[in-house]
């Protein structure tokens, strides 16, 4: 069956699929009336006037009249603070233990009745009546909480709602949240804090998606500071950005205000460098997983490929127009009745040996692996799921049902270890059919529905690594959760090799086992630029590996689109092609022979870079840092970059301004102190400023690093170092990791050094031992150019 019939048969199903939708969906609103608390009288508290202190390690526990709040600045700087005995555990998002509290770090009482803990990196000041604020060690403040505001019920057996007010300079930007279409600068609005399905393609205007995080990062003259709210109950994030001068000349401080509908009121804060916040935040909830260095490479998917010979067709269209692709990713539709772990043999046969067949000429098959399982007994997956126990029920002990594509499906409680080691064995079967990687989909999670949230109950029972709750805590953390069952399984079954697994939802922390894209973004020019808004904001959340999808999900791109969008993404971390069933097609050639060529270009300039972005991803399993970072990542003071959302830095060493607007062929590109280079023309520009370049439809603006040492594939094959002419008297440098395999071999980082010297770039590799030549083929680009005027 080709792409037109599994439309049409998706067509047929829909019909049948609502009214067992809304059937369940009735059923989910009964199992939620007995399973909550009824409504009722609340009772409004807040701290109180402060009663007393007692110092502890890296801080104390401020005592108020009706609360108390611990105070801890932990070794490295990071500061926590939890009220009403929330500490730092629990928590879905850390990596281990909390590091531990910093010794030098102590409690002393400040003015007018308040204590405050002092340490190198930050103080931490209390009020009496129980606001905080953050300052630097030069005195300035970034933060200040109001006293929390909490509501809880009068006659008890619910949680206690609450609400945080804070405070930022009135020149300060928000970042963050999660992927926000509308980003990466967060403007003034309420964002709700709960992973939803956007239900088909969504824009910039589209608000909450598959990823929301309670993780801000401010940035201001004053400096930079992370704040995380570590709850993953429902709520909603209020923005307000400040105003310098307002009123009678005074400022008027941004503001930031979170409502959680229960859960603990607990934060940490990072304060210092975006590279220092991003190190520290990674530290303390995981470093980035690694993706194998195929994975760096251009993929294509499509949901409706028909079959075993569409695939062969679209993967030998690539290969015959010598256009490079390292994998081809499979949707529902090469399952057994959307059925997850298994495979529709009328429509791919022999699977294991398509797999077989690509991978001898490069290309690697990625499976699609949805959350929901058929509720069919008989089914090997179900069954299995049943004996082990590892399904979500409800208040009464009963399976919940939800509607998926497969029809009527259970869900597993991915977070109960048991279920997770489930699981996690299962993906044997898809690594036994050939598969490389994984993708996982609709994992939110999704239960559609006519009317209502289209999720499980709230009221859901959920293991919680054995403390049990429900799924009002449950719901933002289940495909992270899922993402470590997964990974973790993957690991065990197939040791050697890192795993590739990327995730539409997530929550804090998931970086730790792999990325995610951009999920169902509309195909249109708003798309386009909501594309590189959720790759740069999920960066600044500490999720460096992202990519949209490519052309949009929906519709069919014009030539134009599709090639801007092409362009875009041969600079991200995920480069991949992908679209809905019944819409329009992505392959290059789809488009005409100017595109094709264009797109052939960007094809060849991302696998010459391919070096560089195997270094930037091991870089981020190190560092934190995204391989996309904004204008003002190495200046957060500069007020020119901090406004500029439509360009951005890959690593150190480029500026990439992609092309985001219908007709455009010239574009203003803000630059970052120093010199830069047009890497087609050859052209130097001096920074700080902005200046306007060509942006023909074959190419958009990319400009190198006055100094840089990049690692590039050069016309053997082999690597080798593009060194950038630094300015007279300055030095340059740059990082390499050379490519070791897919395996576990501890990246090796080396450091090269660049320096103009009588006319000539030399570039030394820096060794602990002192400096030595290179031992890759170095090549000078840049000597001699000069700005214009």
């Not at 594309?531 to 992202?546: A, D, I």
């Not at 740059?734 to 009588?758: H, I, K, P, Q, Y």
Request: with cysteine.
């Amino acid at each position: 069956m080709d792409g037109r019939g599994l439309a049409g048969s998706v067509r047929t199903l829909a019909v049948w699929r609502t009214l067992r939708a809304a059937r369940l969906a009735w059923r989910r609103r009964r199992i939620d009336a007995r399973g909550l608390p009824a409504g009722g009288p609340e009772r409004a508290r807040v701290p109180g006037a402060v009663t007393g202190a007692e110092p502890l390690p890296g801080g104390g526990v401020v005592r108020f009249a009706r609360s108390e709040l611990r105070v801890c600045v932990v070794a490295g700087g990071a500061v926590f603070w939890g009220w009403d005995g929330a500490g730092p555990e629990p928590s879905y998002a850390l990596a281990g233990a909390p590091p531990a509290p910093d010794a030098r770090a102590s409690l002393e009482p400040d003015k007018d009745g308040g204590w405050r803990v002092v340490s190198e990196r930050v103080t931490v000041e209390v009020s009496r009546h129980g606001a905080v604020a953050v300052r630097t060690p030069g005195g300035v403040v970034l933060r200040r909480e109001l006293p929390p505001r909490w509501w809880e019920p009068v006659r008890g057996g619910g949680p206690a709602r609450w609400a945080q007010r804070s405070e930022v300079a009135a020149d300060a930007r928000f970042f963050g949240l999660g992927g926000r279409a509308s980003g990466p600068r967060l403007r003034n609005g309420t964002y709700r804090l709960w992973n939803t399905d956007p239900q088909g393609s969504f824009g910039p205007g589209d608000d909450p998606l598959s990823i929301t995080m309670p993780v801000q990062l401010v940035v201001a003259d004053a400096g930079t500071h992370l704040v995380f709210l570590d709850n993953s109950w429902e709520g909603r994030v209020i923005l307000r950005e400040g105003e310098e001068g307002a009123g009678s000349g005074h400022d008027r401080p941004g503001t930031s205000e979170v409502r959680m509908v229960g859960g603990p009121l607990r934060c940490w804060v990072i304060v210092g460098k975006p590279a220092r916040v991003l190190a520290r935040w990674s530290r303390l909830t995981g470093a980035p997983a690694v993706p194998p260095s195929w994975a760096l490479g251009p993929q294509h998917a499509r949901w409706g490929f028909g079959g075993e010979e569409a695939v062969r067709r679209i993967a030998g269209g690539y290969l015959e127009r010598d256009l490079p692709l390292s994998a081809v990713h499979l949707d529902i539709d090469h399952l057994d009745g959307h059925r997850v772990f298994t495979v529709d043999r009328e429509r791919f046969p022999a699977l294991p040996a398509l797999a077989e067949e690509l991978r001898a000429a490069g290309v690697r098959l990625v499976s699609i692996v949805d959350p929901a399982v058929r509720a069919e007994p008989g089914s090997a997956v179900y069954d299995s799921g049943v004996a082990a126990g590892a399904f979500v029920r409800d208040g009464r002990g009963r399976e919940v049902r939800g509607m998926v594509w497969p029809g009527e499906c259970a869900y597993p409680d991915f977070t109960d270890p048991g279920a997770r080691d489930w699981w996690g064995g299962l993906y044997r079967e898809r690594l036994a059919q050939g598969f490389s990687g994984v993708w996982h989909d609709m994992n939110e999670p999704v239960s559609f529905a006519p009317f209502g949230d289209r999720t499980l109950p709230r009221s859901a029972r959920h293991a919680l690594e054995g403390r049990g709750g429900d799924h009002r805590e449950a719901h933002n953390v289940y495909a992270l959760t899922m993402a470590r069952a997964g990974y973790e399984g993957l690991r065990r079954l197939r040791p050697a090799e890192r795993p590739f697994l990327f995730s539409r939802s997530g929550w804090a922390g998931m970086q730790r086992y792999g990325g995610t894209w951009s999920g169902d973004v509309s195909s249109g020019w708003p798309g386009l630029r909501a594309s590189l808004s959720l790759v740069l904001g999920l960066g600044l959340c500490g999720v460096p590996y992202s990519g949209p999808d490519v052309g949009g999900f929906d519709g069919s791109p014009s030539p134009e689109l599709y090639l801007r969008w092409f362009q875009l993404a041969a600079y991200l971390p995920l480069f991949r092609t992908h679209a809905a069933i019944g819409a329009g097609r992505r392959e290059p050639w789809e488009f005409g022979p100017a595109v094709l060529e264009h797109a052939r270009a960007a094809l060849l300039e991302r696998e010459r870079l391919r070096p560089y972005f195997v270094t930037l991803a091991h870089l981020a399993g190190l560092t934190g840092a995204p391989y996309v970072r904004p204008l003002w990542w190495g200046a957060p003071e500069d007020r020119l970059l901090r406004e500029c959302e439509d360009a951005f830095l890959l690593g150190d060493a480029l500026l990439v301004a992609p092309v985001l607007a219908r007709g455009a062929v010239r574009r203003p590109v803000p630059l970052p102190k120093g010199r830069w280079y047009d890497t087609v023309t050859g052209r130097a520009y001096d920074g700080p400023g902005q200046v306007v370049l060509d942006a023909p439809l074959s190419r958009v603006p990319v400009l190198a690093r006055a100094g840089s040492v990049v690692p590039v594939r050069g016309a053997d094959g082999g690597l080798e170092l593009e060194a950038w002419a630094p300015v007279g008297g300055r030095r340059g440098g740059g990082l390499v990791v050379a490519d070791t395999g897919d395996g576990w071999e501890r990246a090796e980082v080396e450091r090269f050094a660049s320096r103009l010297v009588d006319g000539r770039v030399k570039v030394r590799q820096v060794r602990s031992d002192g400096s030595g030549p290179p031992r890759w083929r170095v090549r000078v680009r840049g000597l001699g150019a000069e700005p214009a005027g």
